[in-house]
């Protein structure tokens, strides 16, 4: 006659919650018949268990506890999961809102357009005396050096008209921002965030959300500091 150990169940249980926790479930069936399968290995234990060496009651009640708090787990899982879609697809028309709008990202280019500017803010880790906007042409030519001034930590804002150093409008594109900040120990390059229109928004596998900016490419959801 066989026999189904009662830890041979046990171990199987704790494998399968082991495994809810690191994998999601394809589908409800693939979930439905793990659970049919450990029904019926625990009707079977009763069935093929030594008369002579009848299970023990408090063995076997532990087995039913760790069966209901499979389902339990299951069924937790199934409502986070229902959770992070709604919270998803909140995330998804907040983004697609954006389109259209300014927002303030991390980068050191900016568009120069129609409107003849380019403004964004520098990131001042500690107090300064002064700081340095430089602006490059795509090419790499320096085109204006802007002395900004004394700041303290934190953001501090910028606008570049589009001239050069002599006054002159420069053409439409794009231009790198290097700003730099003078400290006792010597000169600090600074990171910069430059504001950019939204053109799209991006939804990727695993639920990722991306906003493609106008000459700036695309950036996550959650590298924006600020919308306009």
Partial sequence: MSTTNVSDVSDVLSQYRISQQTETESSSGSSELGKNEF?????AQLKHQNPLEP?????FIAQLAQFSSLEEMQSLSSTVEDVVTQFRSTQA???SAMVGKTVLAPSDVGVLGADGEISGAIEVPASTSGVVLSVYSSSGELVRQMELGSASAGQMSFVWDGKDGNGSDMPEGTYQMVAQASYPEGTEQLSTLVSAN?????????????????????IALSDVQ???
């Fill in 39 to 43: 029904m019926e290995l625990m009707l």
């Fill in 55 to 59: 299970q023990d009651n408090g063995e």
């Fill in 93 to 95: 028309l907040q983004a």
């Fill in 198 to 218: 939204v053109d799209s928004v991006s939804l990727g596998q695993g639920g990722s959300i991306t906003l493609n900016l106008a000459g700036m490419g695309s």
């Fill in 226 to 228: 600020q919308v306009n």
